[in-house]
């Protein structure tokens, strides 16, 4: 978890080639936004405004995912859940599947660098892959690294305006699904605020390796 803009597709993506299954809720909406159908309409007018998507919806879209999952290495979870009903859910999901979460990992990453930091960020239009455009840029310019898509974008909600609504949005429902985790022994914290994703991305393995 962690506020928009914290990094968390970032670090997923920087280990998607060990095997993991990403569930981004984010990055399936968007899919289905772009699919232009009536739902995804409904859907982009929601996320335009930096509002959340009604947890029924989004619990339905992670219940069919993890009825056909199929990942042996684990799941990593990003952006879901992103209220306390949804991680209830979640958790009754998990029980189901015969799955235990290991960890939820906070990416902190304070709001005023976040606010910048959004305002350089363009994505892959093939894959959804996010870059930056001084921070991350691609490997070769012009090219994606993960599909090699030659197109890139940047995000509707990305706007300074719809940016801070997201951001309030998010430090509404945060702090009840931290205590909830932290009531578990499962919340981590790591700093997001280093403007190299790489020195998160070792705090994120060394909690991995103590697991
Ligand atoms: P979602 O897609 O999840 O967006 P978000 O939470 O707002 O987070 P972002 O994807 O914007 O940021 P990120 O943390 O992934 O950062 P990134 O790695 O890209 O959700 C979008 C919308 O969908 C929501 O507003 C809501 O409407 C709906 N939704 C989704 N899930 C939902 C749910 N469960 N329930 C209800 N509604 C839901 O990094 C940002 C930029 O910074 C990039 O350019 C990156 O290259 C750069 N960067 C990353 N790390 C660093 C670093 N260390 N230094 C410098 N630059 C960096
Ligand atoms: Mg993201």
Redesign the pocket.
């Known amino acids: 978890m ?10 997923i993506q920087m280990m998607l080639n060990e095997g993991y299954k990403q569930i ?4 399936i ?2 899919n289905e936004v772009n699919s232009g159908s009536d739902l995804g309409k409904h859907l982009k007018e ?2 335009d405004s ?4 009604s ?1 029924d919806l ?1 619990i339905k879209v992670i219940e069919n995912i993890f009825n056909n999952l199929e990942s042996k290495k684990g799941i990593l979870l ?6 306390i009903n ?1 991680a209830k859910k979640l958790d009754e999901l998990l029980k189901k599947h015969n799955i235990n979460i290991d960890a939820v990992i906070e ?1 902190n990453t304070p709001d005023k660098i976040i606010i910048d ?2 305002s ?3 994505v892959c239009v093939n894959c959804g892959a ?3 455009k001084t ?2 840029k691609t490997v070769e310019k012009g090219i994606c690294d993960l599909c090699k898509g030659t197109k890139f974008k940047t ?1 509707a ?1 990305d706007t300074e305006k719809v940016v801070k609504n ?1 951001l309030n ?2 430090h509404k429902e945060a702090n009840s699904i931290i205590k909830y985790y932290k009531e578990k022994g499962l919340y981590k914290k790591v700093d ?1 605020s ?4 790489e ?2 991305d070792k705090q994120v393995r060394d909690i991995l390796k103590r697991l």
């Not at 962690?2 to 670090?11: D, L, R």
């Not at 981004?24 to 990055?27: E, K, M, V």
């Not at 930096?50 to 998507?53: H, N, Q, S, Y």
């Open positions: 962690g506020a928009p803009g914290s990094g968390k597709g970032t670090q981004s809720t984010g990055d909406l968007r929601i996320m930096g509002k959340l998507v947890d989004v990003d952006g879901f859940p992103r209220t949804q990416i930091r959004i350089g960020r363009f996010t870059y930056h921070a991350k995000r909600d997201r949005t998010y997001g280093s403007g190299i994703p020195n998160t």
